[in-house]
């Protein structure tokens, strides 16, 4: 997380150590779309620093299994595309979308020629491997995802899982620091 010790964050952790279950869950949930992850984090708590929130969260994205995984992958929209609607992370404030967004803001700049050789990446990445091409893009301009993107068709199967699970926890860790921020991890009724 990016400053895990500013004051909104350590407010926020508060906050989501006394929601309950079911919104503790919801709100992971936006971090890391799978429910096994959710519920394992969730009820993990209490967390007494944010440091222990982001182990747990990272020991938990790291062990899920492979349909854990697919899960969660499946909330993640293609490196280049609009943010996915709907689905089991849905936010009732649509700040999944909005972070994705922000995530993948080096795409912005991109020229005509690399988005769509992103596309056609994304494509062959799919056929290969039959899931999403997922990578933490922050602070990565398109060229770097591309270049990554190319690598990574190189992995075989172990390999890639293995990438997948680790790009996975850093797009959770930050996305635990923009909840926690975001005011989003406070008790009382979901609306």
Not at 72 to 98: D, F, M, Q
Not at 136 to 147: H, I, N, R
Not at 161 to 169: D, G, I, S
Not at 173 to 181: D, P, V
């Amino acid at each position: 997380m990016s400053n895990p010790h500013s004051a909104p964050q350590v407010a926020g952790l508060a906050a989501f150590n006394a929601l309950g279950t079911e919104e503790a869950e919801a709100e992971l949930l936006a971090c890391c779309a799978c429910r096994d992850f959710a519920a394992r984090v969730a009820a993990s708590r209490p967390y007494r620093d944010l440091d222990r929130l982001a182990e747990v969260a990272e020991a938990t994205v790291r062990s899920l299994d492979w349909s854990g995984v697919h899960e969660a992958l499946a909330a993640h929209p293609r490196i280049g595309e609009p943010p996915r609607e709907g689905g089991p992370a849905a936010g009732r404030s649509g700040r999944e979308g909005a972070w994705s967004r922000r995530e993948q803001s080096g795409v912005e700049a991109a020229g005509r020629e690399v988005l769509d050789r992103l596309a056609e990446g994304n494509r062959a990445y799919e056929r290969r491997f039959g899931h999403v091409y997922l990578i933490c893009a922050t602070g990565l301009s398109a060229e770097e995802m591309l270049a990554r993107l190319t690598e990574r068709l190189g992995n075989d199967e172990d390999t890639e899982q293995n990438v997948v699970r680790a790009e996975l926890a850093k797009i959770t860790r930050l996305r635990l620091g923009k909840l926690l921020e975001s005011g989003h991890s406070s008790p009382g009724p979901a609306t």
